[in-house]
């Protein structure tokens, strides 16, 4: 299943042209999205920038719990935070996290419509 629908060629790298410690950074990113609450903090966030406060109601999540997750994503350089007097805003720091979003999004509605089908 293809993940994008930009209608661009895809290339994938062989393994000698990727070091094994990118891979493993890599790794470490996916990771730290590797999580369903993580997953539903990302997709809201890629709608703007939003308070922790912001995230936890919409995600239904305690805000201790939702300011840990967002930690760990700002901590792999995934997320931006930016303080706004006594608000902390979030948004989007890895674009190619949108790519991944696309991805799960894509692979949701591939999911859907074999479910309708059945």
């Known amino acids: 299943m293809e993940c994008t629908d930009r209608g661009e060629e895809f290339h994938i790298v062989t393994a000698n042209e990727i070091s094994f410690d990118y891979l493993c950074s890599t790794a470490e ?5 590797a999580h369903p609450a993580r997953l539903q903090i990302i997709l809201f966030i890629t709608k703007g920038e939003f ?4 995230i936890s109601q919409h995600c239904q999540l305690p ?8 930690r760990l994503m700002e901590s792999k ?17 890895e674009p190619h996290l949108l ?3 696309q ?6 509605i591939a999911f859907k419509e074999n479910l309708a089908r059945s």
């Open 77 to 93: 350089r995934l997320l931006n935070r930016e303080r706004r007097g006594r608000k902390v805003f979030y948004s989007i720091q």
């Open 103 to 108: 991805c799960i999004n894509g692979r949701y």
């Open 63 to 70: 805000q201790a719990q939702t300011s840990g997750h967002l």
């Open 99 to 101: 790519d991944v979003m």
């Open 29 to 33: 990113c996916l990771k730290a999205i």
């Open 51 to 54: 308070t922790v406060a912001e």
